[in-house]
């Protein structure tokens, strides 16, 4: 039984399909054969990488457009039109760019040196895996270049990388040369050029870019670009420099810690829980503090002493009495100043303390004296500066000048008063709990220590 016509078409298209995917293979396989063996041959000379506008290639009397991958032979010639482009991988892998209007031809000594010989036009020749030098011919003048790069046109020629050597001359790199009396000088500068050195940068930079240079050149840097970022890194080094001296200026003006010695003077209102209530008694202070930076802000330690006399005539149980009282109050505790760096700030303090009340009665006959010692809170709130002399050499030190508002409060006795005969009233007026509310100036001095 026979296999069936489907069956038969399909086994066929099978075939036909596989036979379709390998001829294209094959056909690149023996391509690629070809290039390889051209490559290898006497007369292989180049190939072409990129081209761009019209560009003929020339082999005998046989004229075509250029195409990409197409070999170039020993005798074959490259003609591009205007505003095209032709580049070639050369037999020694460097790159042969042809400009507008550009006619060479691929030729070769009899002893198989290769070369390019320019009949017109402009062109770029980079070189940089090559291990033998790339020649250029243009009428009797012979450039040779094994590792570097160089322009060439009708007037003049820019070595953009390493040495070349035109007939018999060496060219340094970086720099334009004109042909005068058959040999290659200098290009000068113009004389109204300020500064020649860098016009000629400028000059070697525009030069190079009226002839368009491929991803495979050497670098070249528009030296405007350049001394610009130059002028911005100048521009900020001296202002890091300025923000650095700055900084330097105020940490050097910058307040670590601080210590101030002041006395006190003002007014305080006395009010006992038994009725008594001695107001605009004069007070005096001694305080010791120091200033410690938390951030902006400062935190305060401090110790003092607050006392107050009061004398007065009152009645006891035998008639006239002489009162003397004296409280003193010593303590200690710690404070908030709003700005640690500022001249001048408010600030809060809150403390701890103990209260000496000293009470002695003279009738005349008889001297009685008692006391009683107390705890006390006490809080401040008030408003400081520390005025420092213009001198950076008295900067250390200054006056010191202060306002607050004062209250103090006893929090319990530690003993009570002796039990007088005949207790004045003044005396029970004056037993329990107490609290004291006023106002004081400081006046003083200070010590401070800037940071490092």
């Known amino acids: 039984m026979g296999v069936p016509i489907p069956k038969r078409l399909s086994l066929f298209f099978g075939k036909l399909k596989t036979l379709c995917f390998l001829i294209p293979i094959s056909m690149n396989f023996i391509t690629f054969s070809k290039v390889i063996a051209q490559e290898q041959s006497d007369k292989f000379s180049g190939t072409f990488q ?101 322009v060439l046109d009708d007037k003049r020629l820019l070595v953009i990388n390493g040495l070349l050597k035109a007939s018999g001359q060496e060219l340094k790199s970086g720099e334009v040369y004109v042909q005068k009396k058959r040999k290659w000088v200098l290009e000068k500068p113009k004389k109204n050029d300020k500064n020649p050195a860098f016009a000629k940068q400028v000059n070697f930079f525009e030069l190079n870019s009226v002839y368009p240079a491929p991803k495979d050149s050497y670098p070249v840097i528009d030296p405007r670009v350049a001394q610009r970022e130059k002028e911005l890194e100048l521009l900020a080094a001296q202002k890091a420099k300025e923000e650095a001296e700055k900084e330097k200026k105020a940490k050097e003006n910058r307040v670590q810690t601080r210590f101030t010695a002041a006395y006190g003077f003002g007014n ?53 009495v002489f009162i003397d009282e004296n409280n003193k109050t010593r303590s200690l505790g710690l404070g908030f100043r709003y700005h640690h760096q500022k001249w001048w700030s408010t600030y809060f303090n809150f403390g701890v303390g103990s209260h000496n009340m000293t009470i002695e009665a003279d009738d005349g006959i008889t001297r009685l004296k008692t006391s009683a010692a107390q705890n006390s809170l006490n809080i401040h709130i008030g408003v400081e500066a520390h005025l420092t002399a213009p001198s950076k050499d008295f900067s250390w030190t200054g006056l010191y000048l202060g306002a607050e508002i004062f209250h103090y409060q006893s929090i319990g006795l530690t003993q009570e008063f002796e039990d007088f005969p005949n207790p004045p009233n003044e005396l029970i007026d004056r037993d329990g709990s107490w609290n004291n509310t006023g106002v004081r100036l400081f006046i003083g001095t200070y010590l401070q220590f800037f940071e490092e």
């Open 50 to 150: 990129f081209i761009e506008g019209e560009v003929r290639h020339k082999r005998g009397k046989k004229s075509v457009d250029a195409e990409f991958k197409d070999l170039i032979l020993v005798d074959d010639e490259v003609l591009t039109s205007r505003q095209s482009i032709a580049k070639i991988i050369s037999r020694s892998r460097c790159k042969i760019v042809l400009y507008s209007s550009t006619r060479v031809k691929a030729d070769r000594t009899k002893s198989k040196i290769y070369y390019w010989r320019l009949a017109k036009g402009p062109l770029r020749v980079i070189c940089k895996e090559n291990r033998i030098p790339e020649i250029v011919r243009r009428g009797k003048e012979t450039f040779e270049i094994q590792r570097g790069e160089f």
């Open 268 to 320: 305080g209102n006395f009010k006992y829980t038994e009725g008594a209530n001695s107001a605009d008694l004069d007070v005096e202070s001694i305080r010791l503090s120091a200033n410690f930076p938390g951030g902006e802000y400062s935190f305060i330690a401090y110790v003092e002493t607050l006392d107050i006399d009061r004398s007065e005539n009152g009645e006891g149980g035998n008639g006239s």
